[in-house]
């Protein structure tokens, strides 16, 4: 696996959240660790501290988004939506991303997976988020 980029990791963290969600709605057990070493086979610092970052704070994370969904809450979203939602809010945040790049990987992910009315939604949330930080 060549070295990816941040853009082509968050995609895979996408992907694992995505995962990791499905299997938390069947109530299917699961290690984070397998999960993440499907998607991603070599050790990536910058995936494992996002997977685990963003379901260590999963309750917080899920509550800012709902604050800010009008009318809506996070459950309501797609499981891509939800993770797209949730690692956004993740790393604008919890790490030293800057808010800009946090707020466009969101967007631009939300672009390729989500449908318009989801992007906007998801882009409202984030920069809600940044500008109440």
């Given amino acids: 696996?060549?070295?990816?980029?941040?853009?082509?990791?968050?995609?895979?963290?996408?992907?694992?959240?995505?995962?990791?969600?499905?299997?938390?709605?069947?109530?299917?057990?699961?290690?984070?660790?397998?999960?993440?070493?499907?998607?991603?086979?070599?050790?990536?610092?910058?995936?494992?501290?996002?997977?685990?970052?963003?379901?260590?704070?999963?309750?917080?994370?899920?509550?800012?988004?709902?604050?800010?969904?009008?009318?809506?809450?996070?459950d309501r979203l797609g499981n891509t939506d939800q993770a797209i939602l949730r690692m956004g809010i993740y790393e604008l945040l919890y790490t030293n991303t800057p808010e800009i790049v946090s707020i466009n990987e969101a967007v631009e992910l939300a672009k390729s997976y989500s449908d318009d009315d989801v992007r906007k939604m998801i882009n409202g949330v984030l920069d809600k988020v940044y500008h109440n930080k």
């Fill in 1 to 74: 696996m060549e070295t990816l980029n941040r853009s082509e990791l968050r995609k895979l963290i996408m992907t694992i959240l995505y995962q990791i969600n499905v299997y938390e709605k069947n109530k299917i057990k699961y290690e984070i660790d397998d999960v993440i070493k499907e998607v991603v086979p070599i050790e990536n610092e910058f995936v494992k501290d996002m997977v685990y970052g963003v379901t260590t704070y999963q309750n917080e994370i899920d509550k800012i988004a709902n604050q800010y969904l009008n009318d809506w809450t996070i």
